[in-house]
């Protein structure tokens, strides 16, 4: 076996209940899910089990919750035994898990830092102003040629390059509407997003302004463990390009296929996604086809991911 990275999902993989029977059967991830309240002040736990589903997804419980269910878990496996590896890496808010995991930020900075990144973030436009729209079946320099053509009528562009199959965009309702009419005459297959603010695109540059002096102030360690970026694709281990790619990263495209096929030029050949859902298992899947790729969102997956490592 080569390298392994761990990866950790963000915003979209959340859903009522998740993380629940970690925390009923852990103690190491119920001491994860009681500090994150302790941080916030809130009753973040109840919202993620309970919901209701359109309180959880909103973007300013969306981030915390699914940054403290990613950690919950991780400590669980490193409670079991899960060795080191070799790099990490998380998609858009998943990108926080991974630093608190590289030891780069303590745990109740991190969840804070998600709780002001959403909040700026949902304040940054009126509700139902933007939109995020995945395209399939179309290369990205055609989805970026749809932006292209529908900017005449408004802000549109590509916030995430997930997989050399899909490129979600992002921007201003109408030409997010325009964009995907496009696409659909191009041959691309467009779905939209249930999400409530546009993220990483430059309708979140004044979101990410309000936020950088919350990082300036938020202590932010130089790490071993090199953590792969969104806004570059490649690693990075020391403190001040990590703050600094962490402001750009809201207003800019996650390069997450990029960022796979950088882990897998440094020997990376299995990807380990920990977190709800395995969305990001699937696009290493898209991305990198002779990769093992495993995720743990559940109980019984701990055990088969600890024993493959060791």
Known sequence: MGKVAYIFPGQGSQYVGMGYDFYREFSEAADVFHSAEVALRSNLTDIIFKGPEDELNRTINTQPAVLTVSLAIYAVLKAQGLPQPDLVAGHSLGEYTALTVAKGVELFEAVRLAYLRGKYMQEALPEGAGAMVAVLKLSPEKVEEACRLASDVGV????????????????????????????????????????????HCSLMKPAADAF?????????KNIDLPLVQNYTAKAHTMAHEIRENLYRQIFSPVRWYQSLQYMAEQGVDTFVEIGPKNVLSKLVVQTLPHARVMNVEKVEDVEKVIKTLR
């Open 212 to 220: 950088r002096l919350k990082l300036a102030q938020t202590p932010i």
């Open 156 to 199: 549109v562009e590509p916030a995430n390059y997930n997989s050399p199959e899909q490129v979600v965009i992002s921007g201003e309702r109408q030409a997010v509407e325009k964009a995907s009419q496009i696409v659909k005459e191009m041959g691309g297959k467009v779905i939209p997003l249930k999400v409530s603010v546009p993220s």
